[in-house]
């Protein structure tokens, strides 16, 4: 079987996490989810953690030359036979560098999979977030917990992540807009790029994408 290395682009709130954590069982992929594994430097406090804290919290993104070693490490350490990259890359620069690594190492990219939703759907969905220290996703009114503010799957309590205050995510719908969403044209130029409709049902999403990496895996082979 081809190996599949795939990355996840979309607005603050489109679904990425919620496809991520469907797609890598389905596939067997590693997930590296640049936004999980800074939060997790945050909480340890590293140097990393200390540095990124002011960006995130302020809805901007974090330096390219602190994100591209760590997850360029991630992809050479965990990536071997295919990945799932989720919120990586955000800029052209990223983007550059991911390509220039997957040369370096004689593989290519699968697909740049975007996941689509406009502007006032990312801030109801974020207004209503509520997530564990594992990463597990809920949302208030469209995916509840079975116990209110209670993960169904560890026990662990749900909290509001802190840049998901209103004036935050008008921040980082901004800062997409502006670095991240240049990276559609970015992949469809190297016929990558693939489009899903973020405000249908998740269920309807994670077979939207499912069908079209068989469609893409079945190509390839012909
Ligand atoms: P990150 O954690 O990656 O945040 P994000 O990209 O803003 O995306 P989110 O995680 O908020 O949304 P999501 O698309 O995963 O949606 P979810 O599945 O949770 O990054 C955080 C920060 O880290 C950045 O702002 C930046 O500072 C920094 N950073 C990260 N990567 C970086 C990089 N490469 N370079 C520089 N800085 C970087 O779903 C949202 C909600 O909607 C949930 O409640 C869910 O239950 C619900 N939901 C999901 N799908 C559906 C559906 N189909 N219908 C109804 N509800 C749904
Ligand atoms: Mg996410």
């Given at each position: 079987?081809?190996?599949?290395?795939?990355?996840?682009?979309?607005?603050?709130?489109?679904?990425?996490?919620?496809?991520?954590?469907k797609?890598?069982d389905?596939?067997?992929l590693?997930?590296?989810?640049?936004?999980?594994?800074?939060?997790?430097?945050?909480?340890?406090?590293?140097?990393?953690?200390?540095?990124?804290?002011?960006?995130?919290?302020?809805?901007?993104?974090?330096?390219?030359?602190?994100?591209?070693?760590?997850?360029?490490?991630?992809?050479?350490?965990?990536?071997?036979?295919?990945?799932?990259?989720?919120g990586?890359?955000?800029?052209?620069?990223?983007?550059?560098?991911?390509?220039?690594?997957?040369?370096?190492?004689?593989?290519?990219?699968?697909?740049?999979?975007?996941?689509?939703?406009?502007?006032?759907?990312?801030?109801?969905?974020?207004?209503?977030?509520?997530?564990?220290?594992?990463?597990?996703?809920?949302?208030?009114?469209?995916?509840?917990?079975?116990?209110?503010?209670?993960?169904?799957?560890?026990?662990?309590?749900?909290?509001?992540?802190?840049?998901?205050?209103?004036?935050?995510?008008?921040?980082?719908?901004?800062?997409?807009?502006?670095?991240?969403?240049?990276?559609?044209?970015?992949y469809?130029?190297?016929?990558?790029?693939r489009?899903?409709?973020?405000?249908?049902?998740?269920?309807?999403?994670?077979?939207?994408?499912?069908?079209t990496?068989?469609?893409?895996?079945?190509?390839?082979?012909?």
């Amino acid at each position: 079987m081809s190996e599949l290395n795939l990355i996840l682009l979309g607005p603050p709130g489109a679904g990425k996490g919620t496809q991520a954590d469907k797609l890598k069982d389905d596939f067997g992929l590693p997930y590296i989810g640049t936004g999980d594994l800074l939060r997790k430097h945050k909480e340890e406090e590293t140097d990393l953690g200390r540095e990124a804290k002011s960006y995130m919290d302020n809805g901007d993104l974090v330096p390219d030359d602190l994100i591209i070693s760590m997850i360029l490490h991630k992809v050479e350490d965990e990536g071997d036979d295919g990945f799932l990259l989720d919120g990586f890359p955000r800029t052209v620069g990223q983007a550059d560098a991911l390509s220039e690594e997957l040369d370096k190492l004689g593989r290519r990219l699968t697909a740049a999979l975007s996941i689509d939703a406009p502007d006032e759907v990312v801030l109801q969905r974020l207004s209503g977030r509520r997530q564990c220290s594992n990463g597990h996703l809920y949302h208030v009114e469209f995916d509840p917990p079975k116990h209110p503010d209670v993960c169904d799957q560890d026990g662990k309590p749900l909290v509001r992540r802190k840049d998901d205050e209103p004036d935050t995510v008008k921040k980082r719908l901004a800062t997409y807009h502006k670095a991240t969403e240049p990276l559609k044209d970015y992949y469809d130029e190297r016929g990558l790029l693939r489009r899903f409709d973020g405000t249908r049902d998740k269920t309807e999403v994670h077979d939207h994408i499912r069908a079209t990496l068989a469609t893409l895996r079945l190509e390839e082979r012909l």
